[in-house]
C-alpha cells in the first residue's frame, strides 16, 4: 500500500473554493479585503502570483476563517500580534451565535467590512464611536451592557494611550462614565 502524496491546494483555487461554497461574489469579497475587483478575477485566473502581501493575505484568511499559514505565500509578520480583549470578544460571540465572518461582514455597510476585516485580524483597534460599537452590537444581538463594557474598556485604553494615569484621576474618571450611562440608558 503506498503513501498517496500530499498536494497542497493552489492559493488561488482555495479562494475560489471558498467564494462559491459561500455563493459570496467577487465584488464583495474584493471589499471587503480592500482590493479592485479585477485583482480578485486575476488572483483567481492566476493571470497574476497570488499575493504575498501580508496585509492583503490576512484579510483574506480572516474572511475565510483559516489561519494566514495555510496560505504558502504568507510569511510570519516579526512584529508581535497585540490581543485586545474587545477583540477577542467580539471573534467569540461572532462563534457563539454560529454566524460566519462572511455573514457578519455583510450585515454592516459596505464602506464598513474593511474595516471590520482589520479589527477582525487585530491590526484596528475597537472603534471608540459609541454608535459604530451599537451597530456591531445590534449585529451580534449584545446587550446595551456588553456594548457599553467595550467601550469603556476602549475609552480607559485611549485615556491612557495618551497620558492620563487614569487611576489617579480614578474621580474624575469615574464621573466621566457615570454621565456617559446615564446618557445612554444604562444604570
Same mark, same amino acid.
Given at each position: 500500500?503506498?503513501?498517496? $502524496?500530499?498536494?497542497?491546494?493552489?492559493?488561488?483555487?482555495? =479562494?475560489?473554493?471558498?467564494?462559491?461554497?459561500?455563493?459570496?461574489?467577487?465584488?464583495?469579497?474584493?471589499?471587503?479585503?480592500?482590493?479592485?475587483? *479585477?485583482?480578485?478575477?486575476?488572483?483567481? @485566473?492566476?493571470?497574476? $502570483?497570488?499575493?504575498?502581501?501580508?496585509?492583503?493575505?490576512?484579510?483574506?484568511?480572516? =474572511?475565510?476563517?483559516?489561519?494566514?499559514?495555510?496560505?504558502?505565500?504568507?510569511? +510570519? $509578520?516579526?512584529?508581535?500580534?497585540?490581543?485586545?480583549?474587545? &477583540?477577542?470578544?467580539?471573534? @467569540?460571540?461572532?462563534?457563539?451565535?454560529?454566524? *460566519?465572518?462572511?455573514?457578519?461582514?455583510?450585515?454592516?455597510?459596505?464602506?464598513?467590512?474593511?474595516?471590520?476585516?482589520?479589527?477582525?485580524?487585530?491590526?484596528?483597534? &475597537? $472603534?471608540?464611536?459609541?454608535?459604530?460599537?451599537?451597530?456591531?452590537?445590534?449585529?451580534?444581538?449584545?446587550?446595551? @451592557?456588553? =456594548?457599553?463594557? +467595550?467601550?469603556?474598556?476602549?475609552?480607559?485604553? =485611549?485615556?491612557?494611550?495618551?497620558?492620563?494615569? +487614569?487611576?489617579?484621576?480614578?474621580?474624575?474618571?469615574? *464621573?466621566?462614565?457615570?454621565?456617559?450611562?446615564?446618557? +445612554?440608558?444604562?444604570?
Amino acid at each position: 500500500m503506498k503513501n498517496k $502524496p500530499i498536494i497542497q491546494e493552489k492559493s488561488s483555487e482555495k =479562494v475560489a473554493k471558498f467564494l462559491e461554497k459561500n455563493s459570496l461574489h467577487k465584488k464583495d469579497f474584493a471589499e471587503m479585503i480592500g482590493v479592485t475587483l *479585477s485583482y480578485v478575477y486575476n488572483l483567481i @485566473d492566476e493571470s497574476i $502570483p497570488f499575493s504575498t502581501r501580508g496585509t492583503t493575505l490576512e484579510r483574506i484568511a480572516t =474572511v475565510m476563517e483559516i489561519a494566514p499559514e495555510e496560505f504558502e505565500e504568507y510569511k +510570519i $509578520p516579526q512584529e508581535p500580534v497585540l490581543v485586545d480583549d474587545s &477583540v477577542e470578544f467580539i471573534k @467569540d460571540a461572532i462563534k457563539s451565535k454560529k454566524m *460566519s465572518v462572511v455573514n457578519f461582514l455583510k450585515a454592516f455597510p459596505r464602506k464598513k467590512r474593511l474595516d471590520m476585516v482589520d479589527i477582525l485580524r487585530g491590526t484596528m483597534p &475597537v $472603534p471608540i464611536d459609541y454608535k459604530e460599537l451599537a451597530m456591531v452590537g445590534q449585529v451580534l444581538d449584545l446587550s446595551a @451592557d456588553e =456594548v457599553y463594557s +467595550i467601550w469603556e474598556r476602549r475609552m480607559k485604553q =485611549v485615556l491612557e494611550i495618551n497620558g492620563m494615569n +487614569i487611576y489617579s484621576n480614578a474621580a474624575l474618571v469615574n *464621573s466621566m462614565f457615570d454621565c456617559a450611562k446615564k446618557f +445612554i440608558h444604562i444604570k
